[in-house]
């Protein structure tokens, strides 16, 4: 195994990671600090993070008892697979894809199958259907819209892979749901029950926080509960995301201004020499350039700004990955592309 780390090249214009710009109204950042200040740090977080549970419940419109939380939903797909797979045993993933699936597969002993998207990213249902049905996965992850692609799976298609095998555990990843036209799908386990949905707080402002939620049947959630360390979620994060539920309102307008700001980005790539924009669903942008694409990286580190580049990557290596950032960032991400492609 290699371990994940991602060199940060020290740049003004922070564009690699799919996080949210600072966007949090000053009265709402306000009392954020109020209640971080007000957390009692000599005692032991909740284990059943009750009061979160019960705000993340309101905001989901689903039960406390079909939600389990995470210290960030990379944990969860630790826990996902502890509880799920045997060592020898498979999990399925459309390529490519977030890279953690895989990565927190292998200390398992458990094999990742890949399925190829074709040529615009789509992933092909047939063949994960004729996948889940050959290889009998314990786990099919499925990221809508997807990390780096940015593409979107439609119900009918999560379903006919959910119906494929009532034994294997489908999880969809709604990590950039918020940024999507249509928004998050909402709790799917009502009509397929081997389906959970997978949610974090880190995309729409909170990465700090390391918050992410299983939406799933509760036997399911009760299972992957036994492999949960007890203290997962700690103080500090259950008070401020408690809040954060409970003032959905005054965060959502950012999915709104992500999504103008990502087709304006669109509109103006398009017109970009030697760069081919994909579509996207999410607050990123996938995009292939026609040149060095080693040169180009590290002319963007020089202009200031840090892209994500997939160096070495299978189909990627000349593709960067790029946040939706604020439309002072994004321009300055655009000129510096230019400049640099032009040279
Ligand atoms: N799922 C997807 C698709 C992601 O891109 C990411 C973050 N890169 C995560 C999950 C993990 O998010 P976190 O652990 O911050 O909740």
């Known amino acids: 195994m290699k371990p994940y780390h991602v060199q940060p090249h020290p740049a003004e214009v922070i564009l690699d990671a799919n996080e949210s710009y600072d966007a949090l109204p000053a009265a709402l950042k306000e009392r954020f600090a109020r209640i971080m200040a007000a957390v009692p740090l000599n005692r032991y977080p909740d284990m059943r993070a009750a009061r979160l549970r ?4 309101a905001k989901e419109g689903c039960e406390a008892a079909e939600l389990l939380f ?29 890279t953690m699936y895989r990565q927190n597969a292998l200390p398992f ?8 998207t074709d040529d615009g990213w789509r992933p092909d249902v047939a063949a994960m259907v004729a996948a889940i049905e050959r290889e009998a996965p314990k786990i099919v992850f499925l990221a809508t819209p997807n990390n780096p692609t940015g593409t979107l799976l439609a119900v009918d298609e999560i379903a006919a892979m959910a119906e494929a095998s009532r034994d294997t555990l489908v999880v969809v990843d ?10 998050p799908l909402g709790k799917l386990h009502d009509r397929w029950p081997n389906v959970v949905v997978m949610k974090t707080l880190s995309k729409i402002g909170f ?3 390391r918050l992410g939620y299983l939406i799933g049947e509760e036997t399911i959630v009760d299972e992957v509960d036994k492999v949960r360390q007890p203290f997962n979620v700690n103080a500090v994060t259950q008070a401020v995301a408690t809040e954060a539920m409970a003032r959905w309102k005054e965060i959502a307008p950012l999915f709104a201004e992500v999504r103008s700001e990502r087709e304006r980005m669109i509109g103006a790539l398009a017109g970009v020499r030697r760069v081919t924009v994909f579509p996207s669903q999410a607050n990123f942008l996938l995009m292939r350039v026609d040149a060095d694409a080693e040169a180009a990286f590290m002319g963007l580190v020089k202009a ?3 892209v994500r580049w997939f160096a070495g990557t299978d189909r990627l290596g000349d593709c960067f990955r790029v946040t939706v950032g604020t439309a002072e960032e994004n321009d300055a991400f655009m000129h510096a592309l230019q400049t640099v492609l032009a040279t």
């Open 54 to 57: 019960e705000a993340t419940a």
């Open 70 to 98: 995470g210290n960030g939903s990379d944990e969860l797909i630790v826990a996902l697979t502890a509880a799920y797979c045997d060592p020898g045993t498979k999990i399925l993933v459309p390529t490519p894809t977030f």
């Open 109 to 116: 002993g458990v094999e990742t199958v890949g399925v190829p």
């Open 174 to 183: 709604e990590a950039y749901a918020d940024f999507a036209d249509d928004g």
């Open 207 to 209: 990465a700090a926080l």
């Open 304 to 306: 200031g700004v840090r």
